[in-house]
């Protein structure tokens, strides 16, 4: 092959794979949807995380595929060789090593980069309801609703999680909480190891028992979502799951909260005050 047509397949695949890159990149940004969503502040960042990465491998999938596809049409053996024929040995190509160093180098570091930065931010999340701090991660300004946290208690037993509402006094079978308000979820569980898991809110955090696991999350935005065990615990692990999450505007949050203490009240000297071990009084003893 002569130099001048080795750069004319170089220019090629240059320019088609600068073209094919930028149509890759704007149909994942488009089209793609990556989970868990944007229903809280850490599901969204995990979103864009997700986004991001896969917005950085399109261009190296384009490049990996079309030089494939592309030495499989230009650079086939031609019928007139031989079938045991060797091509010409390559001796390695200095730019195309470096380029390839530098890229990869490149966009590791900076993953890097951005890994650090969102596990420091998220990290703050967790000191958000901390007394006189009133900036959110992303720099915006929190009402003091937003800064005082709702705290449920998330207990995972076989094969249900139940939801004790600290300051309300309530318990229930489905994960109802308001929007634009911080929750801080302290997650047990009262006999095996599970895992509770709901993927829309961006948490999945191990329900252990005797240890309280706490785990903050902010809404945004009102919807549904789903939860669901992760951890094997068991025959009925399988439908250890619950479609009916919601996160409700802050009045229909109240009234849900009214309706429950007052079907509840029979419920609540009954209960034992909250711990990481979890263990109800029976209502009647054994005769
Ligand atoms: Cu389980």
Redo the contacts with the bound molecule.
Sequence with gaps: MTPGSERTHALRLLVAWAVLSVVAVVLVLTLVHLPPGNLTRQGADQSQTMDLMTVLAAPVFVGVVLYILYAGIYWRRPASASPTSDGPPAYGYFPVQLGWVVGTAVIVLFLAAVGISTLSSSQAATTFGAPGRAVGTHGETISAAESNPIKVQVI????Y?TYRYLDYGIESNHLILPVHRNVELHIT?TD????FWAYELGVKAD?NPGVDNEVEVGTEQTGSFQVR??????IW?GS?QDPNGRVTSQQEFDAWVKQQQHDQQDLQPLLPSPAPYYFPKPLTKGH
């Design positions: 995972g037993q076989q094969w999680f569980s095996i190891t599970h895992s329900a065990c992760a951890e094997l615990c068991g692990h250890m």
